[in-house]
């Protein structure tokens, strides 16, 4: 007696060949998933900076347009930061204060002035912000009368930016999920943003 044939379909796949081959599929996207992803990483790593560098550079025009100190801020260990002016102590308690855009405004508008002419934003996701150093000298603690020396409210210390184009000496650090850094250097007299890779604590500084 002969055996019997065994029929195949052979336009198809049978449902064994297709897990099998769904199951290589997934083992190789897991091997391959870390070299896709860190690129993407380093990019939004990278735009962050970029993203800051641009948030400077608008905050000294800023600054320069309106005739009032303007400061960036943010939240360490988030993505979030914000852009206003710098209001002093001392002008709470004044009769009246010049506004952006040569506005006067009194005691009762001074906050109503600084939340219209505030940017708040966030970095892209997966990207906080480390820490920062901003130097402090006679002239940012005169102007802030000594305000700058410490964070405040959970955010960082002011970088300032003057209504004739200098700026604070500052440096930001941010990083992003894998652990890479990236860091924003301001220079003071120029005004004029660099980033730069962190590699070492020794990069960490003025």
Do not use: H
Not at 85 to 109: A, H, I, K, Y
């Amino acid at each position: 007696m002969q055996p019997r044939a065994t029929t195949r379909n052979a336009d198809g796949f049978s449902l064994l060949e297709l897990l099998v081959v769904l199951t290589l599929l997934v083992i190789l996207l897991s091997l391959a998933a870390p070299s896709i992803m860190a690129p993407l990483r380093g990019s939004r790593l990278k735009n962050a900076a970029d993203t800051i560098c641009a948030e400077f550079a608008k905050a000294r025009v800023e600054a320069m347009e309106s005739g009032r100190v303007r400061m960036f801020r943010f939240q360490t260990n988030t993505g979030s930061y914000q852009v206003e002016p710098f209001v002093r102590s001392s002008d709470t308690q004044e009769n009246n204060l010049v506004g952006e855009g040569d506005r006067v405004v009194g005691n009762g508008l001074i906050e109503q002035s600084v939340q219209a002419t505030t940017r708040q934003e966030i970095l892209a996701e997966g990207i906080v912000f480390m820490g920062e150093q901003v130097d402090i000298d006679m002239r940012s603690y005169d102007t802030t009368d000594g305000q700058i020396a410490d964070a405040q409210g959970g955010l960082s210390r002011p970088v300032l930016f003057y209504p004739d184009g200098t700026t604070s000496d500052a440096m930001v650090v941010m990083k992003a999920e894998d652990g890479a850094m990236t860091m924003v250097k301001l220079r003071g007299l120029t005004g004029i943003a660099k980033i730069g890779e962190v590699q070492s604590a020794e990069d960490l500084s003025l």
